[in-house]
């Protein structure tokens, strides 16, 4: 299995350090932002700030991971990182009561993670044997869950220490987040493979823009690709929660990380489930149908005023994306060849940073007109009828069957064929 391989293990263990630094870091800085300005559409912006970066370096992002060393690459994005985040502690430590540098910093992150997320996504298929990936994709999405859980929840808890002077609040909780980061470096620096370049060609339009054409000319790809993108983009809720923990649900800091646990934790869930029973066949059906309860749970949870509700319904929203996540993983690794990884990757890494991140600016620019509770019931009925759209608009996807290269070549050479047909 993929936890055979040295350098798999590495991976997922800084993996998991790094995103629990993260999420941490993530819940100190949305209470900070919100606790200064007390608006939806300031914590919608600090989505916007992460997620113009992934727009402006789409392009060279992408043929940075094919062109060089992954691994260093990835070194050198996290190395950015940890000055990002030594600055937000210098900013809670001396207390910094406007939020434009911490826009500021969170831009950089955002370029730091528009050149590492291609480049992490690429590096994947080369840590373990070609049979072991879909289950290492598994695994790593469980590990992923395994940090989104801890994040949240070790955030608010350090967020709330009874401590004294400068150091309490978010101050700690960002020093922590240094720590993680360190460690990430570390065990990267440690991984024995080493990357060649994959794409030789110089840098030119026609190269950077492979990507796009690819993703393009493959309606499975475009298909699951822009199905999480809109459905995530109108669905999201993360940005508005400490609006719900303070507002409506009366919790504070520590609620907070309730909230933001409680869908990693029904999405580790289902990743433990699917690494026993894998997805073997209809994976097109299943990813759609999943992605129907994500709107509807995200519907409960815009309604609900009790906490263990909101939990349960959050529970579902993470618990049905993972069965996406996994899907839409293996799709978008097996059906492009090594060599373009890392320009498709980035294609879809724009893709994930307009669901994610620019889905929070959604969502605060919506609360600021409408109202939090509405714009998530508006937004989770919109996922509902994105996804009873893309069912009808890339039936490719929908018959999407068994995830493996062979199946998914199978499924682009049927697309070929109709395309020929109907010329």
Known sequence: MAFLSRDFRRYQLARVLVIIGAEAQTLAVAWLVYQITHSALYLGYTGLVLFLPGLFFLLPAGHIADRFDRRLVILVCYALQAFCTLALFLFAWHGLRTVWPIFSVLFLIGTGRAFSGPASSALIPHLVPKEHFVNAVTWGATTFQIANVAGPSIGGILYTLPLRGRIAGAAIVFLFTQLTLMAFLWLIFSLHIRLGRMEHRAFSSDVILAGIRYVWSKQILLGSISLDLFAVLLGGAVALMPIFAQEILHTGPRGLGLLRAAPAIGALAVSMWLTWRPIERRAGVK?????????????????????????????????????????????????????????????????????????????????????????????????????????????????????????????????????????
Do not use: H, Y
């Open 287 to 423: 990813m759609l149908v999943c992605v129907a309860i994500f709107g509807a749970a995200t519907v409960l949870f815009g309604l609900s005023k009790n906490l263990l509700l909101s939990l349960l319904a959050l529970f579902f929203v993470g618990a049905s994306d993972m069965v996406s996540v996994v899907i839409r993983s293996s799709i978008l690794q097996l059906a492009t060849p090594p060599e373009m990884r890392g320009r498709v990757s980035a294609v879809n890494s724009l893709f994930l940073g307009a669901s994610n991140e620019l889905g929070e600016f959604e969502s605060g620019l919506t609360a600021s007109w409408w109202g939090a509770v509405r714009a998530v019931v508006i937004g989770g009925i919109g996922s509902l009828v994105v996804t009873g759209s893309w069912s009808v608009f890339f039936p490719n996807l929908r018959q999407a069957d068994r995830l493996t290269p062979e199946s998914l070549l199978q499924a682009n050479t049927e697309q070929a064929a109709q395309q020929v047909r109907q010329l």
